[in-house]
């Protein structure tokens, strides 16, 4: 009797609360395209008008969106091409790619589509392989119908039932390693009606790469299975290599405009915390599915996941695109950049507006607080003593930027190492590092437009380190003494 009491009250609570819902939502007029909710029952019962020939692209590109297409046959043929490619300067890896590419090419559906689709190995492969689309409702996500060899082609269809953006990639044993050498791709499913308009949309999918050698060990890089299974990757880059997305190679658009960026991971072992340095998502579609976050910083895009990242950008400059787990970023190749032009919006962003030095003890003018004061300054040191003392400082302030060999990040981080830059005047390189640098540079013929601060160094420190710096990597074996960065202070 109790428990049937008690029971009731629930209910009672709970038809209180479903009504308490239904009055409220009824109360939100704006509808989303994910509110316009449809079951796969229904995508199933869409007939299929017509039959049409995919586009598909390259990343960054992304096909043209479906607009108001109805449900059709839509043919798609992947070829599967092995290919030796570079990982960033010097390094040659052999990429298995659907379609040429890393990711693969970027497949776009609407919701009741049927995919015909067609995989071809090509005959100079050397190895089968398949395929498994997470948007496909079938064994394997058609693995099981699409194991290919070279020089053979196979075909299976499947009807898109469930909006969102889905990655696809190879499937064949052993899985990890077709897919760590870059057998991944997205294929996107968009809602009855389309998704919103926006003005520029772009494919952007994660990966991590296991070489024999570690990162920037230049030749023809063989995959390492057994940093593979430690999750110890040497590379983690965007759109397969290092440089796909910097400099040059920069996605771009303009002030004013709405980005819509079409997010993957391929994995095959790290998760990505995606991120754009300057700028916040107006919205996310987390993982790729219906649900829409608003204003987000950083979005978790799992292994075999994705994510769709809208905002507007509303300021020029270079906006980089990186994991933040951020030594992939710097240290691992997982760095893209967008570059924004346009008339500066200084309501949303004025740059520097003051500068002055801080002096926590007030008013006197102070020193730079100088943390080898105390110690003994060793008059006329000789170049043994300066390169050991040079080399400890460089690894300690230098390296995170500049890099253990002075190699630098082409187009980030100039390189110090055989740099022209450097070996043509050592006053400047000496104020380089008393006062910093800032603006454009160029460098064995690479541009630089970014920010050195001044680093808080004595000038013996400076002379050790940047005697150290020509004394190392081919640089012109320039002897920096304490005097001569006196004279530059
Ligand atoms: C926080 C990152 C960072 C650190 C730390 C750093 N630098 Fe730099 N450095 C830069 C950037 C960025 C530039 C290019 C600035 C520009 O574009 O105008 C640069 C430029 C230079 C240049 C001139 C360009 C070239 O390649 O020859 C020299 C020399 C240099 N740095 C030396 C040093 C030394 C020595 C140290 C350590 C004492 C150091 N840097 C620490 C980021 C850094
Ligand atoms: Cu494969």
């Not at 960054?60 to 479906?66: D, E, F, G, H, M």
């Not at 997470?134 to 075909?155: D, F, I, R």
């Amino acid at each position: 009797m109790k428990t049937r009491k008690k029971l009731s009250t629930t209910a009672a609570y709970f038809l209180l609360s479903a009504l308490l819902i239904t009055g409220l939502s009824s109360c939100k007029k704006k509808e989303t395209a994910a509110d316009q909710k449809m079951t796969t029952d229904l995508a199933e019962k869409i007939v299929a008008q017509g039959t049409i020939e995919a586009e598909l692209t390259s990343p960054p590109n992304v096909p043209k969106p479906i607009g108001k297409r109805k449900a059709s046959k839509i043919n798609v043929s992947l070829e599967i091409l092995e290919q030796e490619g570079e990982m960033v300067g010097g390094v040659k890896y052999m990429y298995w790619t659907f379609g040429g590419s890393v990711p693969g090419s970027f497949i776009r559906t609407r919701v009741g589509d049927e995919v015909d689709f067609t995989l071809k190995n090509h005959p100079d492969n050397k190895l089968p392989h398949n395929i498994d689309l997470h948007a496909v409702t079938g064994p394997g996500g058609g693995a099981e119908s699409s194991l290919v060899a070279p020089g053979q082609e196979v075909s299976f269809s499947f009807k898109t039932l469930n909006p969102g953006l889905y990655v696809y990639h190879c499937a064949t044993a052993p899985v990890g390693m077709h897919i760590a050498n870059g057998m991944y791709g997205l294929i996107l499913v968009e809602p009855e009606g389309g998704l919103a308009p926006v003005d520029r949309e772009y494919y952007i999918m994660q990966g991590d790469f296991y070489t024999k050698g570690d990162y920037g060990e230049k030749g023809l890089q063989p995959f390492d299975m057994h940093k593979a299974l430690k999750e110890q990757p040497d590379y983690v880059v965007f759109n397969g290599n290092v440089n796909a997305l910097v400099n040059d190679n920069a996605i771009t658009a303009k002030v004013g405009e709405t980005i819509r960026l079409f997010v993957g991971n391929g994995g095959p072992n790290l998760v990505s915390s995606f991120h754009v340095i300057g700028e916040i998502f107006d919205r996310v579609h987390v993982e790729g599915g219906d649900l829409i976050n608003e204003n987000v910083q950083t979005t978790l895009i799992p292994a075999g996941g994705a994510a769709i990242v809208e905002f507007k950008v509303n300021t020029p400059g270079t906006f980089v695109l990186v994991d933040h787990s951020i030594f992939r970023a710097f240290n691992k190749g997982a760095l893209g950049m967008l570059k924004v032009e346009g008339d500066k919006n200084e309501k949303v962003f004025a740059g520097k507006t003051r500068e002055g030095i801080y002096l926590p003890e007030g008013g006197t003018i102070q020193k730079m607080p100088n943390g080898t004061a105390k110690k003994e300054i060793i008059e006329n040191k000789t170049l043994a003593q300066q390169m050991a003392d040079g080399k400890n400082i460089f690894s300690r302030t230098c390296f995170a930027c500049h890099q253990s060999e002075g190699q630098g990040i082409e187009g980030i981080f100039p390189p110090l190492a055989k740099s022209d830059y450097l070996n043509a005047d050592v006053k400047r390189a000496i104020t380089t590092v008393i006062h910093g640098l800032q603006g454009e540079i160029t460098v064995n013929n690479v541009k630089y437009n970014s920010i050195m601060t001044s680093q808080n160094l004595s000038d013996q420190e400076v002379a050790d380190v940047l005697t150290y710096i020509y004394n190392s990597w081919g640089n012109n074996k320039t002897v920096v003494t304490r005097e001569m960065v006196k004279q530059n202070r």
